[in-house]
C-alpha cells in the first residue's frame, strides 16, 4: 500500500524494531540503578548518545533525550522564562511546538517577532538582522519546513546570531537522514529532532544543545540527562533512536539520490498528467522528496479521501475541522491565495517508494482531478 506521508511520519526501519524488541525482552533495569541490570540499561542508552554525536558530529555530553520533537522545541522556549533577555525572533512558517508555545508564553513576559517569508517560504536574512532587539534572547528558525521542504539559508541566520550574540535554535526535525546534517557546518546552539521522523520509534526524540549554552529543565524530578531532563529514560526507544540515527547517516547520500530520483519523475509525470498542478516551496533549496502541489479548483480535503479510498495516503497542510477546510497557515504565510492553499495536497516520499509507486500517484491524481 503505497504511503506517501514521511514528513508526517515513517514505518519503523526492521533493524531498529529488532533493537527495541531486544532491549524491551532483555533489559529492565533502571538506568539509574546501580546494580547490574541498571548499568546494562545505562550502557545501552550511553551507546545510543555515542552514535547520535558521531553522527551529528557533537559530543556525547550534546544530547539530551526527549519524548520527541515537541517536547524539545519546548524546552528550549520555555527556558525564556529564566533569562532576562525576554524577547524571541521566529518564523511565520514554524511548527506549532513553536509559535503555539510562544503565544503561550506571552502571559509570562515574552515577547517576539514573526519574520515572514518570501512566496518560496525562504526567510531575508536581513530581516533578521533588523528584528534584533536589546533584548533578544532566542532566535529560533527551523532548518527545513514540514509542509513545503523549503530549506532556510541557515548559515547566514546562525552568523548573524553569533554576531549579537544570541542563542540561536533550529527546529531541525525534518532533516535528519535528507541532508548532511553537522553541528561543525551549522553552529547553532541548540537542535531539535525526532525519531519517528527517520525511521525510529514515536515518542522519543533529542534536543542538541551546544556545550555552554544556557538551558534549564522543563520536566523536573529526578536527575536524569544531566539534571536536564528528568524522568526514567526510555531505554528500547532510545536505543532503537540510535540505531535509526546510524542507519539514517550511513544511508543517507543514498537515501538522498532516492528520494530525489522519486521528485524528479514525479514532477516530470505530474507536468505532463496533471497541468493544472502548481508545485509550491523552493525549486533549488528544499528537502529532497518533499513536494507541495496545488491543484486549483480540487479541494485537498476530497482529493486526499479519494487517494485514501484507493490506498494512498497523503497529506493537506490545511486544517480540517467542522466540515470546511481551512487555509495552512505555511501557505498563507507565502502569499498564496486561499483558493490554492485549500486544494493542496503533501507528498513525502521514502525508503520504500518505487517509481512505479510515483507513476501510480500520478496516474490517480490525473483522473482524481479530471472528474
Ligand atoms: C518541523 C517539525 N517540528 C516538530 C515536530 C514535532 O515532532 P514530534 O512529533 O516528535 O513531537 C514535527 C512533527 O510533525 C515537525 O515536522
Known amino acids: 500500500m503505497p504511503y506517501f506521508d514521511h514528513s508526517a511520519t515513517t514505518p519503523i526501519h526492521p533493524e531498529v524494531l529488532n533493537i527495541i524488541t531486544d532491549v524491551s525482552k532483555n533489559i529492565y533495569g533502571n538506568p539509574s540503578s546501580v546494580y547490574a541490570s541498571g548499568r546494562k540499561a545505562k550502557a545501552i542508552i550511553e551507546e545510543a548518545r555515542k552514535n547520535i554525536a558521531i553522527a551529528i558530529d557533537a559530543s556525547p555530553s550534546d544530547i539530551i533525550f526527549t519524548g520527541g520533537g515537541s517536547e524539545a522545541n519546548n524546552i528550549v522556549l520555555w527556558d525564556l522564562i529564566h533569562r532576562e533577555k525576554k524577547h524571541v ?111 525510529g520509534p514515536k515518542g522519543v526524540g533529542f534536543l542538541y544543545k551546544k556545550e555552554g549554552s544556557p538551558l534549564n529543565p522543563l520536566i523536573i524530578g529526578g536527575g536524569q540527562e544531566r539534571k536536564l531532563r528528568a524522568g526514567t529514560e526510555n531505554v528500547p526507544g532510545i536505543a532503537g533512536m540510535g540505531k535509526a540515527v546510524l542507519l539514517a547517516s550511513q544511508n543517507q547520500s543514498q537515501h538522498m539520490k532516492h528520494l530525489e530520483a522519486l521528485e524528479t519523475s514525479f514532477i516530470a509525470l505530474l507536468n505532463r498528467e496533471c497541468p493544472i498542478a502548481i508545485i509550491n516551496g523552493s525549486p533549488t533549496h528544499h528537502l529532497p522528496g518533499v513536494i507541495s502541489v496545488s491543484f486549483p479548483g480540487n479541494k485537498s480535503d476530497i482529493l486526499l479521501a479519494k487517494l485514501d479510498r484507493i490506498g494512498m495516503e497523503v497529506s493537506s497542510g490545511s ?10 497557515p505555511v501557505l498563507e504565510a507565502m502569499g498564496i491565495p486561499e483558493s490554492q492553499n485549500i486544494s493542496t495536497l503533501r507528498f513525502s516520499f521514502g525508503r520504500d517508494n518505487t517509481q512505479e509507486d510515483v507513476t501510480a500517484l500520478v496516474m490517480a491524481l490525473n483522473q482524481f482531478t479530471n472528474e
Open 89 to 199: 525572533v521566529t518564523s511565520a512558517i514554524e511548527h506549532p511546538a513553536i509559535l503555539t508555545v510562544l503565544k503561550k508564553l506571552e502571559p509570562m513576559g515574552i515577547t517576539y517577532t514573526v519574520l515572514p517569508v518570501n512566496p518560496q517560504g525562504r526567510i531575508d536574512p536581513e530581516q533578521l538582522n533588523k528584528s534584533i532587539q536589546s533584548d533578544t534572547g532566542l532566535i529560533s528558525i527551523m532548518m527545513a519546513n514540514n509542509e513545503v521542504g523549503t530549506i532556510q539559508p541557515i548559515n547566514e541566520l546562525i552568523e548573524i546570531a553569533q554576531n549579537h550574540e544570541i542563542p540561536f535554535h533550529s527546529d531541525t526535525v525534518q532533516t535528519l537522514g535528507k541532508i548532511p546534517l553537522s553541528v561543525r557546518e551549522f553552529s547553532a546552539d541548540y537542535m531539535s529532532f525526532s525519531a519517528h521522523k527517520f525511521y
Open 319 to 328: 486544517a480540517c475541522g467542522s466540515g470546511s477546510v481551512k487555509p495552512s
